[in-house]
């Protein structure tokens, strides 16, 4: 597709994919480029602000018109939807902390749960079984009003994420398709800033590569 050429107007896709309480925005495209058969990275330019620049993150209300859901639906589903805030515990929040840290519960504990959601391929009963929780509670701790106190800290970048990039660098991809090949092929979200600047540092490093064509 041209990169210049304006897009049709947003209509919802054929394929209905319910949002999963607790993901990510990006895992939610996903999952809706995959249904439809699209390639994930061209439904992510599409679902960006205009001008659709590459490597930008979709905007939550071409989401919804895609989807076919309102930006309210969204917005009380998917983990990243609203601003991150710090929470104002109500009485019925603080019994429910309470409970939470009864049973093992603990914010660093609550807070991975949330994490390891956004981007889970599991529904929400795996997910309550695999950390041994109720369902109930789970659907509590990954909505909107229950948010980690302390967020929890941005994991190292993958050894075999950061060998990829390399291989696509001496391969000789661009920054953008290398990007492009994570979301399609590979079903994993990076920033296109992380892949560019990576090949910024394998350029000051190595030799002169191959150029490729694609």
Do not use: C
């Not at 602000?49 to 993150?57: D, F, V």
């Amino acid at each position: 597709m041209n990169d210049n050429l304006p897009f049709p107007p947003l209509v919802p896709l054929p394929i209905d994919v319910r949002p999963r309480l607790g993901e990510t925005t990006i895992n939610y495209v996903q999952r809706l480029a995959r249904a439809n058969h699209l390639k994930t990275s061209e439904l992510i330019r599409i679902l960006a602000p205009p001008p659709h620049t590459i490597g930008q993150k979709p905007a939550l209300k071409r989401v919804a018109m895609a989807s076919g859901r309102s930006t309210e639906v969204l917005a009380l589903t998917l983990a990243d939807a609203t601003p991150a805030h710090l929470p104002v515990w109500t009485k019925p929040d603080l019994q429910l902390r309470n409970h939470a840290s009864l049973i093992g519960l603990g914010f660093n504990k609550t807070g991975l749960i949330k994490h390891e959601a956004g981007g889970s391929k599991q529904s929400l009963r795996q997910i309550a079984h695999r950390w041994q929780v109720p369902l109930w509670l789970l659907k509590r701790i990954l909505s909107p009003r229950f948010p980690n106190e302390r967020p929890v800290p941005r994991s190292a970048m993958p050894e075999d994420t950061y060998q990829r990039i390399k291989r696509h660098y001496t391969q000789g991809l661009t920054a953008t398709q290398s990007w492009r090949s994570f979301l399609d092929d590979h079903d994993t979200w990076l920033t296109l800033t992380t892949v560019t600047k990576l090949y910024l540092d394998f350029a000051s490093s190595t030799p002169a590569r191959p150029r490729h064509s694609k």
